[in-house]
């Protein structure tokens, strides 16, 4: 048994670890088949990719919000 915010902390950091392994690879495929790899190139994809997907967590989040905020769920 661990403390809820050790547990909570280890799930956020195996999930953030999960997806930026994820990223990483695909990154790194993509840098393989350029002709010649740079580092800027690598950051350049890398920085994309986390960006492409902050963004749209962010979207989804907002969305999310309003419709919990002004849409009421409750029964009846």
């Keep these: 048994p661990v ?6 902390a280890l799930e956020t950091e195996g999930i953030v ?4 392994a994820a990223i990483l690879a695909v990154v790194v495929f993509k840098i393989m088949q350029l002709e010649e790899p740079t580092l800027g190139a690598f950051l350049e ?3 994309g990719r986390i960006g492409t997907g902050v963004g749209i967590g962010v979207i989804v989040a907002v969305i999310i919000w309003i419709v919990l905020r002004y849409i009421d769920l409750s029964p009846g």
């Design 45 to 47: 994809l890398f920085i």
């Design 3 to 8: 403390r809820d915010r050790v547990a909570t």
């Design 17 to 20: 670890n999960d997806v930026t």
